[in-house]
């Protein structure tokens, strides 16, 4: 399939180009702004892996933290360090050095790993949701509904959700033709900017997409709305201000998180398909906000937020500090 899809390829301006690349022009407009833009893409890629691996440590290393919330948020900056590390090396790439161009096989698999990763953090956010729901709606039934096996069992669930959906894209970009031009005005291989450049009934590839993306953000954002009116409702019915202080208070960082994820993510897919006068670099911008944000935003939100894992942030730094000051001795 990849050397077919090579082969389809021709460059409109370079004829010593080799047809099986693709070049991704960056941000069409926007090119004297491009060294700019690097700089706050480099410090989001260091929040994110920084602030996930905070995570990712103080979680493992701190056994009253292994609980179904605690976990899940764990799934979430997994997620999201992976599809971080799938956008960001390529992206300073282009804006650094105008290095866009990727091989035909890179293209895809870049595409495939960006848009599964992503619903599998929808799908997390989702099972987050569920946890506040059981935790706050049926406290009794907590421990016996959120097992360890019940907790593996959502996070393979994500995997292979995120992986079924994404994987017929590629393959069904392999079966058009690209016969004019192979330069991508984005700056990563996204599926729909990728299947404007085909020639020929690109159909089968934009009904596929659209209801991919519906199936995951459209049944998600129903389910995880049902579970907040659920919330909502049964806090109201707390009799103590304390405890519906404490109630809304569990569930405010994942408030947080799922505006943050959802709100651009919503404006990139809308604005793609049925905003024709919007100018490409809003298009481009906005898809860079979806990818590069919320993985750098969830973990600060969810320290600041989460007093049980503020204290042990804390902990962990101080723990550091002392280290330092004693081998310095």
């Given at each position: 399939?990849?050397?077919?899809?090579?082969?389809?390829?021709?460059?409109?301006?370079?004829?010593?180009?080799?047809?099986?690349?693709?070049?991704?022009?960056?941000?069409?407009?926007?090119?004297?702004?491009?060294?700019?833009?690097?700089?706050?893409?480099?410090?989001?890629?260091?929040a994110t892996i920084v602030g996930n691996i905070t995570i990712l440590v103080v979680v493992a290393t701190e056994p009253v933290l292994h609980k179904p919330v605690y976990l899940f948020l764990c799934m979430l900056s997994t997620t999201d360090l992976a599809a971080s590390l799938s956008?960001?090396?390529?992206?300073?790439?282009?804006?650094?050095?105008?290095?866009?161009?990727?091989?035909?096989?890179?293209?895809?698999?870049?595409?495939?790993?960006?848009?599964?990763?992503?619903?599998?953090?929808?799908?997390?956010?989702?099972?987050?949701?569920?946890?506040?729901?059981?935790?706050?709606?049926?406290?009794?039934?907590?421990?016996?509904?959120?097992?360890?096996?019940?907790?593996?069992?959502?996070?393979?669930?994500?995997?292979?959700?995120?992986?079924?959906?994404?994987?017929?894209?590629?393959?069904?970009?392999?079966?058009?033709?690209?016969?004019?031009?192979?330069?991508?005005?984005?700056?990563?291989?996204?599926?729909?900017?990728?299947?404007?450049?085909?020639?020929?009934?690109?159909?089968?590839?934009?009904?596929?997409?659209?209801?991919?993306?519906?199936?995951?953000?459209?049944?998600?954002?129903?389910?995880?709305?049902?579970?907040?009116?659920?919330?909502?409702?049964?806090?109201?019915?707390?009799?103590?201000?304390?405890?519906?202080?404490?109630?809304?208070?569990?569930?405010?960082?994942?408030?947080?998180?799922?505006?943050?994820?959802?709100?651009?993510?919503?404006?990139?897919?809308?604005?793609?398909?049925?905003?024709?006068?919007?100018?490409?670099?809003?298009?481009?911008?906005?898809?860079?906000?979806?990818?590069?944000?919320?993985?750098?935003?969830?973990?600060?939100?969810?320290?600041?937020?989460?007093?049980?894992?503020?204290?042990?942030?804390?902990?962990?730094?101080?723990?550091?500090?002392?280290?330092?000051?004693?081998?310095?001795?």
């Amino acid at each position: 399939m990849w050397s077919t899809l090579g082969h389809n390829m021709e460059s409109p301006n370079h004829t010593d180009v080799d047809p099986s690349v693709f070049f991704l022009l960056g941000i069409p407009g926007l090119e004297q702004f491009h060294l700019w833009l690097s700089l706050l893409v480099c410090g989001l890629g260091t929040a994110t892996i920084v602030g996930n691996i905070t995570i990712l440590v103080v979680v493992a290393t701190e056994p009253v933290l292994h609980k179904p919330v605690y976990l899940f948020l764990c799934m979430l900056s997994t997620t999201d360090l992976a599809a971080s590390l799938s956008t960001v090396p390529k992206l300073l790439a282009i804006l650094w050095c105008g290095a866009g161009y990727i091989s035909a096989s890179a293209c895809l698999a870049q595409m495939f790993f960006i848009h599964a990763f992503c619903m599998m953090e929808f799908t997390v956010l989702l099972a987050m949701a569920f946890d506040r729901y059981v935790a706050i709606c049926h406290p009794l039934h907590y421990a016996t509904v959120l097992t360890g096996t019940m907790i593996a069992l959502i996070g393979v669930a994500a995997v292979m959700r995120g992986s079924l959906l994404m994987l017929p894209c590629p393959f069904l970009i392999g079966c058009l033709n690209f016969c004019q031009s192979h330069v991508i005005l984005h700056t990563y291989c996204e599926h729909m900017a990728v299947v404007k450049l085909a020639c020929g009934d690109t159909r089968p590839n934009r009904v596929y997409g659209l209801t991919a993306a519906l199936l995951v953000i459209g049944v998600d954002l129903f389910c995880i709305g049902l579970s907040s009116a659920f919330i909502a409702q049964a806090v109201l019915c707390l009799l103590s201000r304390e405890a519906r202080s404490k109630a809304l208070g569990t569930c405010g960082s994942h408030v947080c998180v799922i505006l943050i994820s959802y709100t651009p993510a919503l404006f990139s897919f809308f604005t793609h398909r049925f905003g024709h006068h919007v100018p490409v670099h809003i298009h481009i911008l906005l898809a860079n906000v979806y990818l590069l944000f919320p993985p750098a935003l969830n973990p600060v939100i969810y320290e600041i937020q989460t007093k049980e894992i503020r204290k042990r942030v804390v902990r962990v730094f101080q723990s550091g500090q002392g280290t330092g000051i004693k081998a310095s001795e």
